[in-house]
Structures are given as C-alpha cells and as structure tokens.
C-alpha cells in the first residue's frame, strides 16, 4: 500500500516538473516558430498523424455527400480559382511560390484528393483546419456549396491546364470590346469589374453560362442586382462564394456591375423546364397562392403582371429552376439572408412543400424572360 502510494506521488510530482518545465520553455521563448525553419521529423509526423486521425474519426459517422446535380463541378471551379488555387494549385499552376513558404505547406490537391474519401473533403472545406492557414467555409450553413466544392474537387484530378481553364472561365475574356459581345449591349465597353470578377461565373452575356450553377442575371433591375451585392458585401446575404467577392468590390464597382448586367437582354428562357402538369400546378401557386396555408401569390411581387414591380424584387422568368428552387429552401431554413426586403421571403417559404417549391420553379423557368421583363420598372 505505501510503495503503491509512494509511486503515485512520485509520478504527480513528476507530471507537475514535467508541466512546469514546457511552461518554463515556452515562457523562455528559445524554440523557433519561424515558418522557414520546418518542423523536426518526429513534430511532423505527429502533426499529420493527428490530422489524419481527427479527420478519419470525425467523419466516421458521417453521411453520404449527394453530388448528383450535374452543375455541382461548374459551381465548384469558379470558386476554386479565387479561393482556393493561390495555395493549392492548380493543373495550370502545380506549386504556388508563396504558398511553398508556408508551414505546413499546402498540398497540392490534384496529387492527394485520391487519399480522401468525399465525406472528409466535405469536412475539411467546411471546418478548415488548425494551424495550417486553411479557413472554415464562410458561410456556416452552406452545405449546398461545399457539396460543389467537393464535387470539382473530385473531378479536379482528371483536368488537364486546358481543360481547368475552360472550366474555370468558360467563354469569359478578356477582350471587352463590345465587337466582343454582339447583340449583347451598346455601351462602348465591358466595365473592368465585370471582365475580372463577374464574367468567369455569371458570364459576359449574363446568363450564368447556361447551368443552374450560376444565377442569369441579364435584365435584372439595377436596384435589386446592387441590393443583392451590397447584402453580400455586408454579410446580411450568407455564401461562401459571393461574399468574399462582394466584399473586395467597391460601392462604385458594384454599381457598374449591376448597371452592366441590367442593360442585357434577358434573352429566351435557358432551360426545358419539366413536365407540363408540374409546370401548371406552379403557375396556379403564383396565381392565387395556396390561402390554406397563408402562402400568398408569387406574382404580385415577381411578375408576370401588368403593372409595375417594385424594382427591388427580382425577375424569376427565365432563371434556372434548380437555382430557384435552392433559394426557396434557403429561405425556407432561414439561412439565406439578404436585403432588408428578404425578409417577406423568409415568411412565405415556410409555408411551402418541397413539392410546391419544385413547381414553381418549374413555372419561372419556363416563362420567357423577356416578356415579363417588360412590366418590370427601373
């Protein structure tokens, strides 16, 4: 019993020398946190020992990521380019010079992503990691984009420099001339703001290059569309994605951004829409409303009607129906935000089914845009 306690007192007394002596070391400040000096080989080992064990056991029960929407990969690579290629690199850019000075060095992420399962990606772009420089998603409860994120993550390893660039801008250039963009606009030229921040995801011609990845933004009204990039800016809209680049835009790089996409044409709708009984039961819901429920009609505020619109509301005609749809569940959850306008949304959509949201996005994507555009006031 007493040699039993003797060693339990030996062990605490050495637990206390042991403790007080790291925090006499780290009080000295001799050991080095300099990035240039490395880690010892043991101190590396641990670190990414540790990460990989966090990760496994913290992604264990997790669920399946669902990456069946086939505009996922798009909506990835834009993002990708901004926020994620100046320390991972990219087909077209396989070591980053800064990002080769960093402790821990950021992998270059076509070499690893065979490593990781897509329910550990998953975790890793939406809670960041610890001490290595890599952020938490932005946007807290967007799921919905770091499924995307996932999804181009997946396919990156496939993409040669030609194909990620393609990807990645599309039919994005830099030739702003309007001889460039026929039928597109009058002006003389293409404002810097859209060619290097806007074109690459919602296109020059504003229509969001043709997949529900990105929103058409042509023909929106000026207000909403500088409405809707301020919210951004000032974190009342919540995404990953647009945030950081509403937030590096100026108040007047944001007005020409909005002017710039106001002035197009809307152009035909972008999508077939779906089935037509799916397509007339959305428009009797943005008729009348479903007054069981307390959902008002759709149309008073969004159109199709035959007097003017409050100009802070946007034009659904023509827009995709999975991005709609996305909105409306968005709003549903209470997770979307917006200007102070969104707030009659955030009302309205718990009082809708996933079936009824579903409809009426089908009916918005199948009206022609350009139509409705023209009840619209500025």
């Known amino acids: 019993m007493k040699r039993a306690l003797r060693w339990t007192l030996r062990g605490a007394a050495l ?23 490395g880690h010892w080989a043991i101190t590396e080992w641990m670190l ?30 834009g993002h990708y380019e901004t926020g994620c ?66 999804a181009f993550l997946l396919a990156m390893p496939e993409l040669d420099a030609a194909e990620y660039l393609e990807l990645v801008h599309g039919e994005a250039t830099h030739d702003t001339t309007a001889a460039a963009l026929p039928d597109l606009v009058e002006s003389a030229q293409v404002p810097d703001v859209v060619a290097h921040n806007c074109a690459r995801c919602h296109g020059n011609d504003g229509r969001g290059r043709g997949l529900a990845a990105f929103p058409t933004l042509a023909g929106q009204s000026r207000e909403y569309l500088e409405r809707a990039l301020d919210a951004y800016a000032e974190g009342d809209r919540h ?13 007047a790089d ?16 972008v999508e077939h829409a779906g089935p037509e009984e799916r397509i007339a039961r959305g428009a009797e819901i943005a008729r009348r409303g479903i007054a069981e429920r307390g959902a008002p009609s759709c149309r008073d505020c969004h159109g199709p009607a035959e007097w003017a619109r409050n100009p802070a509301y946007p034009r659904l005609a023509g827009q995709f129906a999975d991005y709609l749809a996305l909105q409306l569940e968005l709003f549903r959850s209470g997770h979307r935000g917006g200007s102070r306008y ?15 949201i579903r409809d009426v996005a089908l009916y918005y994507a199948s009206r022609d845009p350009s139509s409705d555009a023209a009840h619209a006031s500025e």
């Open 48 to 77: 990414q020992f540790g990460k990989r064990r966090s990760i496994a056991t913290h992604t264990l029960f997790a669920a399946p990521v669902e990456l069946g929407e086939p505009w996922l990969v798009l909506k990835g690579a």
């Open 342 to 356: 969104s707030e009659l949304m955030h009302h309205v959509a718990p009082r809708l089914t996933p079936e009824d």
């Open 85 to 150: 290629r100046p320390c991972h690199g990219s087909p077209d850019l396989p070591s980053p010079r800064i990002a080769r000075a960093m402790l821990p060095r950021p992998p270059y992420l076509p070499d690893v992503i065979a490593e990781r399962e897509p329910e550990e990606l998953f975790y890793v772009v939406k809670h960041g990691l610890k001490f290595t420089g890599m952020p938490a998603w932005p946007a807290a409860h967007r799921d919905d984009e770091v499924r995307a994120m996932v």
């Open 239 to 251: 995404s990953g994605i647009m945030q950081p680049v509403a937030a590096d835009l100026t108040q």
């Open 15 to 37: 637990a206390v020398v042991l403790a007080l002596g790291g925090f006499l070391l780290a009080l000295s400040g001799i050991v080095p946190i300099g990035a240039s000096g």
């Open 254 to 269: 944001r007005h020409a951004a909005a002017a710039y996409y106001a002035a197009l044409a809307p152009g035909a709708p």
